[in-house]
């Protein structure tokens, strides 16, 4: 993977830290698609672990991506 604007190549999984996030393992994703530049994000979850519905989520909360981007997931089960 190339990210940001430099020509670096960092791999998911493999038993590498990825982008200093302290994960090496991504046996877990279900969901591993690209998000497109413009997209807008947010993260629904709140401080208490909580997941908060989308009329929840403040409009300055979302962040438009400046860039391509990576959208990593695991698919849902068992509603956890």
């Given amino acids: 993977m190339i ?5 670096k190549t960092d791999y998911f999984g493999m ?3 990825i982008l200093q996030q ?4 991504i046996d877990w994703v ?3 698609e690209k998000a497109p530049k ?3 994000i947010w ?4 401080d208490d672990g909580e997941i908060m519905g989308d009329e929840e989520i403040k409009e300055e909360d979302k962040i438009k991506l400046p860039n ?3 959208f990593i997931h ?4 068992c509603g956890g």
Avoid: L, M, Y
């Fill in 43 to 46: 993260n629904n979850v709140n």
């Fill in 38 to 40: 413009g997209k807008i």
């Fill in 3 to 7: 990210f940001g604007n430099e020509e």
């Fill in 30 to 32: 279900g969901i591993f």
């Fill in 15 to 17: 038993e590498n830290t």
């Fill in 68 to 70: 391509d981007g990576v």
């Fill in 22 to 25: 302290a994960f090496d393992e």
């Fill in 74 to 77: 695991a698919e849902e089960s």
